[in-house]
């Protein structure tokens, strides 16, 4: 007998079927055993003898053979999407058997150490699945967007050989008698295969040695990077986001209703139109608004993100606003200058609820210009010998953006911490388990560290 | 005036449009310039004064303002897409210069280290390009295959906490104050995953540090991976396996014809039923056809996998063969054993054209006998804490398989290095540039050196 889905039963009234799931729960009654059956579609009851569900616990993974029927009027459960229905088991085998679970999975609010110490019993939480079925769709819609719009996709190198890019902490590798590092963005890659398929995208992984604890960071993330040629004009790359990001929500709304409901979520009211502001232009209306003066602060702070959110959400009914212009010192060095000579950029974030979601910009893709800009900012041009290749040989005005999908996730359901957006986070304290309390040793290179720590300073 | 792609203009006879691109090639006839003008949709034909042209060089970035008109009768370049058809050039703006190129970038058969030394430029090389418009429709066809099965997709994670399947070598990575690695696969996570979705893929970076350098080895590259739980028998696998790699082939014949013509490669020839023998049987009829016995080797050597693909060809007209039932001490430590109790395992290859393309088989599921097997295999069952976790706690019947990307497109192509279908390949000499001629510098860590080779050879 073929098994079906728990959700295809509604169709197979008065049928006999065979299902097959984990125990989510289990109710006794006398001598009628009520399971809650879970599998990749949903939960289904089942009803079977007390005999039949002998030793049967929580987490289980069950075989069942039975008729599918209509429950009785009383016992119809609106909330569950077969819950007109339920199976008469006939006919129950274990696949697996589970240990006693040391905690309730079914807890909705989980704290955070159990939700990680314990990450392959929590995932199995319908609440904890759906945040990976919402950051599937995330990627997808990202992979969709961009490729409706002719781009390529391609898979970007992990390991490299440089420190190039500043800023962001790098993680070093014994790469056999070389040193090597986990790359912090597929940046330069992208740039570079601007010049072979003029469009490119990436779903990649990047990495963040920041040695700080936080609700933001995690130390390897899922890092959607998108990058154009032959722009017109810089604001096009903006144009571009947006479609993506539109795209994002839209599909979320139509493909993740369940989950999003789970979450309290709803994107329908994000905004259609999204206002563009420079830095300045923004840092001079949270004055009027707030009193509070950072126009002499070179980037928005955590506060001024939220008011200009709230501004944007007042004045234009969006929920999702775009900030231009950042100082060429809060940039690196390949973005492009403002070519009204200022000392601000062809740079924009995105600012969603709140939070920068997508950062981007128009790049130099004038070689000379970009030789310039690696000796002003006080890299070796040796170190980008490679990537410079690209630009000797003709590259074309280009630009993109990136994102972190486990940053728009949890802006998306509103999660207080990143790493419950990751499937399995790593952070200074954790690689799956706490690294304290696994057989982790320190590693005895002391010199080695101190080389480490040292060039962490130069860099700040 | 909007920019059309040179593959639009033909639709566009005598029209004026504007078109943008890279100098594919220049030739000079008296007072008339022939510029080859290369956009990611193709090649056009532009026709200039030379006073136009002045100063043009090859791989200059050009928007060339024009109209088009059919080519005289003798012109036609069948060749070309655009062929029939050629821009009167009216106006042309350089984008970007180029310097004058270091070697002929038009040549079909560039030597590897020129096409690796060079790669942003090389990867212009239609033929070159080529590769990975192929590779990104195997990796999209995959995804695509196994979404159409209801798989869901997810992100891996590449830093690993412990050296835990053995086999092949770890890249060491100085993870905050302690050491962590590179994951070899994301075997663990896609079988912890089915406990949460049932069944999941991934598209992700694996990491091998094979200390050799061969045709066949790169020390990054893109992972396949398939899992899926509550299988009946575990042929099923085979058959899902089969789905997903006609699915490959099926696309390419459709979707990139060109690029296959390219490589004169021929893809609808491949077989519909592939043959499945057990290790033994493939070993006896290779004795049988050829007198060689390799019947007491645990494994096919590279002489013998190309044998039993001639064989399966001449016999069973498919270029495809399942080669199943490995010995248990050539495959790792989680694969499930024959239940007819002998030596050998529920696993498989699938070989195509003479290689191994695709690797997998059925996992063991059940607690008891997962704790027993990673004893027997001499490993720590505490460094499998986190993994041990979904075993504990209930675990369908499950396997799955998974191939490199690399090898796929090199093997699909005929092309004699993986490193040719590396986009960036990474090997012992070479991070993007060789090592050796970097500014790399040998890390003076003697002692630590030593150490990871003393747990190298333990593992051996």
């Not at 009193?291 to 709230?310: A, F, K, M, S, Y």
């Not at 509103?414 to 304290?429: C, I, Q, S, Y």
């Amino acid at each position: 007998m073929q098994r079906v889905l728990n959700s295809e039963t509604q169709q197979l009234i008065d049928q006999k079927v065979k299902v097959a799931g984990w125990v989510n729960s289990r109710r006794d009654h006398g001598k009628l055993v009520f399971l809650d059956l879970r599998d990749r579609s949903g939960i289904l009851q089942v009803v079977c003898s007390s005999e039949l569900a002998k030793d049967v616990k929580d987490e289980f993974v069950l075989e069942v053979e039975g008729v599918v029927q209509e429950r009785p009027k009383a016992m119809i459960n609106p909330a569950l999407k077969t819950g007109e229905i339920e199976l008469k088991a006939e006919k129950v085998s274990v696949l697996a058997k589970a240990d006693s679970l040391p905690f309730d999975l079914k807890e909705l609010n989980l704290s955070l150490p159990t939700l990680l110490d314990w990450r392959p019993l929590t995932l199995r939480n319908p609440k904890v699945k759906a945040i990976f079925k919402v950051q599937e769709q995330v990627v997808e819609s990202f992979r969709r967007a961009l490729k409706e719009m002719d781009f390529t996709e391609f898979q970007p190198p992990t390991i490299v050989a440089s420190a190039t890019e500043g800023g962001a902490e790098l993680f070093p590798i014994q790469y056999y008698k070389y040193k090597a590092y986990l790359a912090q963005s597929p940046q330069l890659y992208k740039q570079i295969l601007v010049g072979v398929f003029e469009r490119v995208f990436a779903v990649t992984k990047a990495y963040r040695a920041e040695p700080s604890v936080t609700t933001r960071h995690i130390s390897e993330y899922i890092s959607l990077d998108a990058e154009m040629g032959f722009i017109n004009a810089w604001e096009e790359l903006m144009d571009t986001c947006a479609i993506v990001v539109k795209k994002i929500f839209y599909d979320l709304q139509k493909s993740c209703q369940e989950e999003l409901k789970m979450f309290n979520v709803d994107l329908r009211e994000v905004g259609e139109n999204i206002p563009r502001l420079k830095i300045s232009q923004a840092q001079r209306i949270i004055f009027e608004r707030t009193g509070r003066d950072n126009t002499n602060v070179p980037d928005l702070t955590p506060e001024d993100e939220r008011e200009i959110c709230q501004f944007a959400k007042e004045k234009h009914e969006s929920e999702l606003i775009f900030i231009t212009h950042f100082p060429t010192k809060k940039r690196p060095f390949y973005t492009q200058p403002d070519p009204d000579g200022s000392d601000y950029t062809l740079s924009f974030d995105l600012l969603f609820r709140g939070v920068e979601i997508v950062t981007g910009g128009q790049r130099i893709h004038e070689y000379e210009k970009l030789l310039k800009n690696i000796k002003k900012f006080g890299f070796s041009q040796g170190a980008f010998k490679f990537y410079l290749q690209a630009f000797q040989y003709g590259m074309p005005p280009e630009g993109g953006f990136c994102m972190g999908a486990e940053r728009m996730t949890k802006q998306i359901l509103g999660l207080e911490n990143v790493k419950e957006a990751g499937l399995f986070p790593r952070d200074m304290e954790r690689i799956d388990q706490r690294l304290s309390a696994s057989l982790q040793k320190e590693t005895k290179k002391p010199r080695a560290k101190r080389r480490v720590l040292k060039r962490r300073k130069k860099k700040k």
